[in-house]
């Protein structure tokens, strides 16, 4: 294609429709006449005005022409331009013109979207990369479609499907940044900066994100602590009775002597914030052969899938909720939830699925299966 005879349509020159707003401005400055009754501006002034072309006001009003009205006198006169009409008039046109929303054409593959969104919480893109993988668009009642056909579906309302519904399309997140600073003195030897490449790669299974999440800020109340596997996304939560050095050090050695031997074939690597519930970092890796890394203050994204984790809690869990009012059944619920979540960045496999093509030895399987429900229920 030549750039002289192209025809892409630019932001400079692409068309768009007259508004409803650009219509009442005409309507006004037609329906102002001289003392002759002629009009005083003109269709050229009218489209310098509102920054369109002058054939586009031209074509506006010469629909109205059409309209016919009898006044008292019996004559037949040319309707004068109405916004209103104008605007439904356009509104009907469009209705019309529009093709038929491809989900419409497919309703078991619709009930099967609704169904996924409302009841199992997935995000368009998941069940999209789910049927791909699935080869559900070669079913009958099923269509190849794309993620944001979903989206537009949810707008124009074609599915059944509210805001309320979606997990994340009411959310507006306000983000706040902070300088990087040093990591203090204590901590200096277990900085983030020293953790090796391959952990940053995320090239081997066992590396893992630490954090603690709370209901009510105030008094002393039951937390979550959360940990992350970086190569899997595989997810485990365990109950704590408050936020505190001793109740993280106490959760550990409960996974320790669960795990025994296979501790350190699970967790090589825990990288955490520098909140006070790790000061007793030493005493979380004694025994074992588990590294231990620090992000820097006020550094979060430093390890973001905990973070992006946790937001997932949150869904289920919203802040100034109290975790004493959530079982120790909901919360491995919650757990289960999030490991058999197709993602986007494990080619639309779960968590779950990820781990399990990292181990071929069945009693370490078993184990790191079973350590989210055991461990909370000690």
Request: hydrophobic fraction near 30%; proline fraction near 3%; charged fraction near 30%.
């Amino acid at each position: 294609m030549s750039v002289i005879n192209n025809t892409i349509k630019t932001k400079q020159n692409q068309y768009h429709h007259l508004t409803k707003e650009q219509r009442c401005k005409i309507e006004t400055l037609v329906n102002i006449k001289d003392e002759n009754g002629e009009r005083v501006y003109s269709n050229t002034y009218i489209a310098n005005f509102l920054g369109v072309h002058k054939s586009t006001i031209s074509r506006e009003l010469r629909k109205r022409i059409k309209s016919k009205i009898m006044v008292m006198t019996g004559k037949i006169k040319n309707k004068p331009y109405n916004a209103t009409d104008a605007q439904n008039d356009y509104n009907f046109k469009r209705s019309m013109s529009k093709a038929k929303y491809k989900l419409d054409q497919y309703p078991k593959m619709k009930k099967f979207i609704e169904e996924k969104i409302k009841k199992d919480k997935w995000a368009p893109d998941a069940i999209v990369g789910y049927m791909k993988i699935h080869n559900m668009f070669e079913y009958d009642g099923y269509c190849e479609i794309t993620t944001p056909t979903i989206y537009y579906a949810i707008h124009h309302h074609v599915l059944d499907i509210k805001l309320s519904d979606m997990r994340r399309m009411k959310y507006d997140p306000k983000y706040e940044y902070h300088e990087k600073k040093d990591i203090t003195e204590s901590k200096r030897e277990y900085s983030i900066d020293k953790r090796p490449e391959e952990i940053n790669k995320r090239e081997v299974f066992g590396h893992f994100e630490l954090d603690t999440v709370l209901g009510k800020r105030s008094g002393i109340h039951e937390c979550l602590m959360t940990l992350t596997e970086r190569k899997t996304r595989f997810e485990m939560i365990f109950k704590l009775q408050s936020k505190s050095s001793e109740e993280v050090v106490n959760k550990f050695n409960q996974i320790k002597e669960y795990m025994k031997n296979n501790f350190n074939k699970i967790f090589k690597s825990i990288t955490t914030d520098n909140g006070t519930e790790f000061s007793d970092f030493l005493k979380i890796i004694e025994n074992t052969k588990t590294q231990i890394y620090f992000c820097h203050p006020y550094c979060s994204g430093e390890k973001g899938t905990n973070e992006k984790h946790n937001s997932i809690i949150r869904y289920f869990i919203p802040k100034g909720e109290l975790i004493e009012n959530y079982s120790y059944e909901d919360i491995n619920n919650i757990v289960s939830w999030m490991n058999n979540y197709p993602r986007k960045i494990l080619n639309y496999k779960t968590p779950l699925e990820a781990f399990l093509d990292e181990f071929n030895d069945k009693n370490v399987i078993n184990k790191i299966y079973k350590l989210q429900e055991k461990v909370n229920n000690i």
